[in-house]
């Protein structure tokens, strides 16, 4: 048995194929924890997109959007993007129809004004789910200390032409500084450079981490460590989303 199965059975998650409704989900954690893996993953599961906030701003950097032109300096020095130009883009891509059965947030929200304005939209937001119906949001927060996040970042390289991810510390290429899959010589992300990595950290510090407050208040907090085997945190993840855990 080889797949999601076997990896149910072994994660003593739900061993149902049928494939379950993810609803809305958050992935918190700081830059580095694994969310965007972790996503990946889930989107491949549930059949649900991931959202990550990173992704869509790079890409209006790449092509140049009115949009990509605001953000293209704070994200260069490792700040956030003002909250209505962030929520404004999430609102656009979460009204598509590939959200109907769920998203999986990477990435978002990352301030409390975010995560508010995330609340406000999910009260009037239905889900597929053998019939429309508002589905509870599910918050997973990923952590992992400083000292590990530092050595995950500064090691991460990007295949500029298929999007591959890599580290030279623990994931790298077969050969040196070339993706496996396509050749190309492997890029250091913009914002992965060293001074720009303790920003990122810092305004993680400041305007993120209030966020693990925020719902564990709200009671839909769901902490995992992020230390773990990349297949551990996944099951976490996937018994969270699916064992009724929803509050
Ligand atoms: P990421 O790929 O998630 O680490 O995001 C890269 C950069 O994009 C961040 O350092 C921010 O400058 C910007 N960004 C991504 N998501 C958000 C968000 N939700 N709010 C504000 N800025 C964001």
Redesign the pocket.
């Known amino acids: 048995m080889s797949g999601p199965e076997a990896k149910m059975k072994s994660g003593g998650v739900a061993t149902n194929s049928k494939l379950v409704a993810a609803g809305p989900v958050v992935l918190l954690g700081p830059?580095g924890a694994g969310?965007?893996t972790q996503a990946k993953r889930l989107m491949a599961r549930y059949v649900v997109p991931q959202v990550?906030?990173?992704?869509i701003?790079?890409d209006h950097v790449s092509r140049g959007t009115q949009l990509g032109e605001k953000?293209r300096a704070?994200?260069e020095r490792?700040?956030?993007?003002?909250?209505s130009l962030?929520c404004d883009m999430?609102a656009e891509r979460l009204n598509r129809p590939d959200c109907l059965r769920g998203f999986i947030l990477?990435?978002?929200?990352?301030?409390v004004g975010?995560a508010q304005w995330l609340d406000r939209y999910l009260q009037t937001r239905l889900f597929e789910t053998n019939g429309l119906r508002r589905v509870p949001l599910v918050v997973i927060s990923i952590q992992v200390g400083y000292n590990e996040l530092m050595r995950r970042l500064a090691g991460r390289r990007c295949c500029p032409t298929c999007g591959r991810i890599y580290n030279i510390n623990f994931q790298p290429p077969r050969e040196d500084e070339r993706c496996d899959v396509d050749g190309s010589r492997l890029e250091v992300?913009r914002?992965d450079r060293e001074e720009v990595i303790s920003e990122?950290l810092k305004?993680y510090e400041r305007q993120t981490l209030p966020l693990v407050e925020y719902y564990r208040a709200q009671g839909r907090l769901h902490e995992v460590d992020g230390t773990q085997p990349m297949e551990a945190v996944m099951d976490e993840a996937m018994s969270i989303i699916e064992n009724g855990n929803r509050l």
């Open positions: 830059p969310k965007g990550s906030t990173g992704d701003l790079r953000a704070v994200m490792g700040s956030l993007v003002e909250d962030v999430v990477d990435g978002f929200p990352r301030t975010q992300r914002d990122r305004a």
